[in-house]
Structures are given as C-alpha cells and as structure tokens.
C-alpha cells in the first residue's frame, strides 16, 4: 500500500534526511517494499513549491539521496508508490506540484473518464501530465480551490463531494501542503490516517528527539527537538500516546502557527463505494494494508 508522509514545523525549517534516508526504515528502505516510486515535496525559503522524485524505488538513486541530504522546509510531504493506474513514470509518481501546492494521494478510485469530463469542463484538463487517478483528483481539487478565490479547504470540500457523489470510491486519503498550510483527508474508513501534534518542550522535554518506530517506519531525529510539530502518517510512527486516527470523513487542517482544526464534511460514505474485491487485480495489490 502507498504510504503518506507530511509534516508541518510552524516557521522554522528543518531537515527531513532523517525519514528520508538515514533511519533503519526510512523513505529508502520503504522503497524496497513500495518499489513503484518515491518523492518529497518541500517549500524553499520565498515559499516556492520544489518536488524531487523519481519513478524508480528511491534506494536505486542516487540522485534522490543528495537531495534529501540538504532539503529544508517548513512543511514537507512525501510519498513512496505502489502503483495502481498508471506507468512507471516521473509524470506518474507523487507528490503533485499545481499552484503552488503539493498533493498527494492513498487509495483508488473509478470513472476515470467521467472524472476527465468535469476537469475538462472546468478548463483544468491541461493541469494532468500523467495517467493516475490521484493526479486528476488533484486537479479537480485545484480547480475547485480556484473557484472558492483560493480557499483550500473549500476545494478540497467541494471536489471530494462531486467525486463521492458521481464516482465509484475505494479510499481517498489525501494530503495538501503549501509553505504554511498543511491538509489532511481521511475519506472513507477504508484506510487509517493518523495525527500527532507534538510538543518536545511541553510533553517530551526539551532535548527529546523525534524517534518513530513501527513496522514501516523507524527514525529519530535531533533536528526536530527545537520546537513543536505536526506529524501525518499513514499509521502511528511511535509508541507517543499523542498519535489519534482521524475520523472517518474528517478534513483537519494545520495552520501556519500550528493550530489544528478538524471539520466534518462529508457525514456519509461515498454512493458508489468500492470493496476490494471490486478493484482489479493490480489496483487490489496496491490498496492492501
């Protein structure tokens, strides 16, 4: 299964080589198992959107690795794929960069051309560079976003409802960065996605590190005991008490001194939800926990 990564450190940046490559499971280790690709959104320090990834497994590139040695970024978002539409390709692989925001998805979903019949109806066709449903569902959340004069949340909102209202959906699990925003999705049940809000100086003491340990991931950090953050991951990433699993349908957003705040907008499940056994083989391979 994809596995989703962000992190949101108020105004300070930090380093992110911990989850990147220097941890026993990290974002390169991962790629062994989710070989399909790897990527990381950051911001640099005008706020611009930067994405390196690669459609290969990240520990084959070496590339990769001397980027995430000296990224830096207030907010970050990364992504390692099991594909289950589209090729193996750089346009195919998350995170997605489209105004000035970063994306990225876990999950599947159907009626792809339908999907491509709204977007182009809403003159954001041209927006998709690859052939996955996640990249699509990017751009109807753009265009929406555009249409709310840039209010985020409200796209997010509006795009989720039209594809749970007209598309048949298995997960739509999302995250959306900027430089100073980060948002979360959780969307059904079908895929947990969890929180942690973490204070070193309130909860840990002042020179904690960051130390996440699960199945999947395991890293710990030194750079991240200054000051507090968010942490989004697919699963809890430690044995820290503070992790929660968002609600099903809960949209939560952290804003750019922290604060995080959860809304509930979509109440029902999608009308055409998707079970496993409804995806094809390859899609089912890839939506496996």
Not at 58 to 78: G, K, N, Q, V
Not at 161 to 169: F, T
Not at 253 to 269: E, I, K, Q, W, Y
Request: proline content about 7%; glycine content about 8%.
């Amino acid at each position: 299964m994809c596995r989703l990564f962000g992190l949101h450190a108020g105004a300070r940046t930090v380093r992110a080589t911990f989850w990147l490559l220097d941890a026993p499971d990290s974002l390169s280790v991962q790629s062994r198992r989710e070989p399909d690709g790897a990527g990381i959104g950051t911001f640099d320090e005008l706020g611009q959107p930067h994405v390196a990834k690669q459609p290969l497994a990240a520990w084959e590139d070496h590339a990769f690795a001397r980027e995430a040695r000296t990224l830096r970024s207030t907010t970050f978002l990364a992504h390692v794929r099991y594909a289950s539409t589209g090729a193996h390709t750089v346009a195919n692989t998350h995170p997605f960069e489209q105004d000035g925001r970063v994306f990225a998805h876990n999950g599947a979903f159907g009626g792809l051309d339908r999907l491509d019949a709204r977007l182009a109806a809403l003159g954001v066709a041209d927006l998709v560079r690859g052939q996955t449903d996640s990249e699509r569902l990017f751009a109807l959340i753009t265009a929406e976003t555009r249409r709310a004069d840039g209010d985020v949340g409200a796209g997010i909102t509006r795009a989720v409802a039209w594809a749970a209202a007209e598309l048949p959906v298995f997960s739509l699990n999302l995250i959306v960065t900027t430089a100073t925003e980060l948002w979360a999705l959780r969307y059904p049940d079908t895929h947990e996605l969890h929180v942690l809000e973490r204070d070193p100086g309130r909860v840990h003491g002042p020179s904690a590190p960051l130390e996440a340990r699960s199945h999947r991931i395991h890293a710990r950090s030194e750079d991240l005991a200054a000051g507090p953050q968010v942490l989004i991951a697919t699963e809890p990433m430690d044995h820290d008490p503070g992790w929660r699993a968002l609600a099903p349908g809960e949209l939560l957003r952290v804003g750019p001194d922290l604060a995080v705040t959860s809304t509930f907008p979509f109440p029902d499940g999608p009308r055409h939800r998707l079970e496993l056994s409804d995806l094809s083989p390859e899609a089912a391979a890839s939506q496996r926990p």
